[in-house]
């Protein structure tokens, strides 16, 4: 009998000691659940000091130690204790203070900031939580040297190292992707993204990245969407205001052996609101799948879809403004968006110094509206009214491209070499039909229009879009990074009239080119850990948009406008690694900028400007001096000026015309000052809770280029509180509570100067935010 016993505790023994040995474990990020990659594992209180890193599933094998040690960039350092015989899962949570954040925009691979000679900034999963944000302005607004200014409804425009402006200096991507192609610019795009699934943002601000588009010029932002989580997670929550505003999100996902599958979106409604005349209703959905064939080859597909249908009450006159009536002056414009985006890309790693990727993707894209921007009032030479008109009309383009990247790390001064291309065909059509407006002129209000089913543009545009770019990165002494990168960029418009001859200025068919050369030089120099240096030099252009060339209300022709930016900066941390800051100084010399102009009307159309010049210093200062507080200061001063400016303008007294020339004088809606300051508060004897004030700063500026016309800016206040259960019946539970505008404010995100006066877009006032969420999550 005991020789029985002894046999089976022998054929036992190396299972039992295998099961001692050895920790198998996946670790994931606390708020996405997505698997990480790279995290070291090491053992603690052991005479060895052994260690290893997850894969790209996250996952780890490692010998047994009563405590393992996890660590990873940007994320709180883990102390665990395994239980023999159990897979250990773990979830790190971001740090407050990331002193190397790692991003992804600067060539489409994960990398420390500190490699990148740009100004580049990130916005963490945490921050996007904590936020809680109803639109992407809320996020946006934090990034220094941003301010994407609110329109409403979840539209927008923007400035980044320019004057708030409608035109199309800025380049909207979705994991690398533009949203729109180039030449279809819209100020609005980004309501074409589903906020519910972005996992983090990164904005380069000038056009400094050799990878990206060249008219990128004040800045590109790039937007990454959640990844299939290990195992299985999901999540659902609702939100609603005092305003009426309602929002139902929900999205989950899971893994199973080599096959990932993410889904999610929101619906959001607004009837009734603080604004008159405002109403909208969104739909946002996407889906990605993964499927790893094996540790080399990987395939990512995904697909989004958002739907708009807004009203769009327009700006108000100072009078409805400053009694806060914000009553609209007709109610008949709109604005309805569908947009769908689908794109398949497949990875191979040939071998650790090789590796390339190929996406094919697809657009579908329609906007129509009835613009409020283009109701305009006809008078007479002495200014007394004659009628009002209008316009109805609809935009759509359809994409078929491919985007290819291939990189080489090189023995030779320890260089990597990327090189690729990029393919955008986008075949678009545009028509405007000519509106007759009812006008009541006691109450300064239109009642109704007619549509007279004339014609006032119909074109279709064969555009295609091709790029080559090529990036090299040398490494030839410890401390310097040298990168020096060439794109090269070719427009081509194919324009088809639709109006006949005798209906249209334009002929029946024509074609325009645009192209350049696009060099870009930049290096970094670390003088110690966590404190560097870069300066880089970069060019961009900005082709003329398809309704610039072609539109029946363009006056004059327009050309592209090129950029040279000039560029120096840093980083450092302080304070025992407690401070962490990050400067940019830019100087960004256009030629022909094209800058949008009043007309008699009250209409715009743009123009090319001879010269401008636009000068700034940006920074973002971040201070933990404890791991439960976060503190942030993150701000830019700006200084954008006419080098080279004029308009010809008409005496209708007389019939003459006249030059007014506007060199020197600081371009309009331009501030010079732009501030965001936040301090968050996670205390620890309350897990799960935050409460996070936050200040918003805009200083004044000129509404009209002869600086004769002044708008004071604004400050505002906002608070956001929130406590997630983390343990017992209710974890995963969650409520949250936002404060905007906190103090009642009368502001404008934007003021407008013409003849008649000013114009302003109204911003909300105090508005409550009550939210309740649920999520789980579990690692197989």
């Known amino acids: 009998m005991y020789q029985k016993i002894l046999f089976f505790i022998f054929l036992l023994l190396p299972a039992t000691l295998l099961a001692q040995t050895t920790v198998n474990g996946t670790v994931t990020d606390a708020i996405t659940h997505e698997p990480l990659a790279g995290v070291t594992i090491s053992l603690t209180n052991t005479a060895e000091h052994q260690s290893t890193t997850t894969d790209a599933k996250g996952r780890f094998n490692i010998a047994y130690a009563p405590e393992l040690r996890l660590s990873y960039m940007g994320y709180i350092t883990q102390i665990v204790t395994p239980i023999s015989g159990q897979n250990l899962n773990v979830s790190l949570s971001p740090a407050p203070l990331d002193l190397q954040p790692v991003i992804i925009s600067a060539s489409r691979e994960a990398r420390s900031r500190q490699d990148a000679p ?101 800045g590109a932002i790039n937007f990454f969407t959640q990844n299939p989580p290990a ?73 989004t879809y958002n739907y708009l249908n807004t009203q769009t009450p327009g700006s108000l006159d100072s009078a409805k403004f400053y009694s806060r009536t914000y009553g609209a002056n007709q109610r008949f414009t709109y604005r309805k968006v569908k947009a769908f985006r689908a794109s398949s890309r497949l990875e191979h ?85 000519y509106l007759n407006i009812t006008k009541d002129l006691a109450r300064n209000y239109y009642t109704s229009f007619t549509n007279t089913g004339t014609y006032i543009d119909d074109y279709r545009i064969k555009l295609f879009n091709t790029a080559a770019y090529a990036q090299y990165e040398m490494n030839p002494i410890d401390p310097l990074r040298i990168v020096m990168g060439l794109r090269y960029d070719r427009v081509h418009y194919g324009f088809r009239n639709g109006l006949p001859p005798s209906n249209t200025k334009y002929k029946q068919q024509q074609t325009n080119d645009f192209n350049i050369v696009a060099p870009k030089l930049g290096l970094t120099y670390k003088l110690a850990d966590h404190t560097g ?33 000039y560029e120096v900066g840093g980083w450092f941390a302080a304070l ?14 256009g030629r022909n900028e094209i800058i949008s102009q009043l007309l008699s009307d009250n209409t715009t159309q743009n123009q090319n400007a001879g010269a401008t010049r636009h000068r700034g210093v940006e920074y973002a200062v971040t201070y933990a001096p404890i791991q ?62 935050r409460i996070a004030p936050e200040w918003q700063h805009i ?82």
């Open 118 to 218: 740009i100004a580049i900034s990130k916005l963490s999963s945490v921050q996007i939580q904590d936020t809680k944000a109803t639109a992407l302005y809320q996020l946006l607004n934090k990034v220094a040297g941003v301010y994407m200014v609110n329109l409403g409804n979840e539209q927008h425009t923007m400035a980044i190292r320019q004057p708030i402006t409608y035109n199309a200096l800025y380049l909207y991507m979705e994991d690398g992707l533009p949203i729109r192609p180039t030449g279809i610019f819209n100020h609005n795009s980004l309501y074409e993204i589903n906020m519910s699934s972005v996992r983090d943002i990164e904005v380069i601000k000038g056009p400094a990245s050799s990878l990206y588009g060249s008219n990128a010029i004040g």
């Open 231 to 303: 195992g299985y997670a999901g999540r659902v929550q609702l939100q609603g205001d005092n305003f009426h505003y309602r929002r139902v999100d929900a999205d989950g996902g899971f893994t199973s052996g080599k096959f990932g599958l993410y889904a999610g979106g929101y619906i959001a409604h607004q009837k009734d609101s603080w604004q008159d005349y405002s109403d909208f209703d969104k739909y946002s959905g996407n889906i990605k799948t993964t499927y790893q064939f094996n540790d080399r080859t990987r395939l990512t597909t995904s697909a």
């Open 699 to 780: 200083g004044g500026y000129y509404t009209n280029p002869a600086n004769t016309k002044r708008h004071g800016g604004y400050d505002i206040y906002n608070l956001r509180l929130g406590y997630n259960m983390l343990s017992g019946a209710l974890k995963g539970a969650g409520i949250w509570f936002n404060v905007l505008n906190a103090g009642n404010k009368l502001y404008a995100t934007t003021v407008v100067n013409n003849q008649y006066g000013d114009t302003y877009s109204a911003a909300p006032p105090r508005t409550y935010t009550l939210g309740l969420s649920y999520s789980f999550a579990k690692t197989k």
């Open 628 to 689: 439960q507080l976060a503190l942030r200061l993150s701000g830019t001063n700006a200084w954008h000026t006419y080098k080279e400016y004029s308009e010809v303008r008409t005496n209708y007294a007389t019939g003459k015309t006249y030059t007014i020339v506007y060199d020197g004088n600081r371009m309009s809606n331009a501030p010079k000052w732009i501030a965001n300051a936040e301090a968050t508060y996670k205390p620890a004897y309350l897990p799960g809770f």
């Open 349 to 433: 790693d040939w071998d650790t110094r090789n590796q390339t990727f190929v996406t094919l993707f697809y657009r579908n894209n329609s906007t129509a509206q009835l613009p409020s921007y283009f109701i305009s009032d006809v008078r007479n030479a002495q200014g007394v009214y004659q009628s009002s008109n209008g316009q109805v009309n609809d935009q759509s383009f359809q994409s078929y491209g491919l985007l290819a990247q291939h990189r080489v790390d090189l023995d030779f001064l320890r260089s990597r070499l990327i090189a690729g291309v990029y393919v955008d065909n986008s075949p678009s059509s545009y028509y405007a039909q």
């Open 576 to 589: 025992n690694n407690k401070l962490y800051t990050e400067l940019s100084l830019y100087d960004l010399e």
């Open 533 to 565: 240096l870069y300066a880089n030099y970069s060019l961009g252009f900005q082709p003329p948009e398809t309704g610039d060339l072609f539109s029946s209300r363009q006056r004059t022709p327009l050309k592209q406008a090129t950029f040279n930016n």
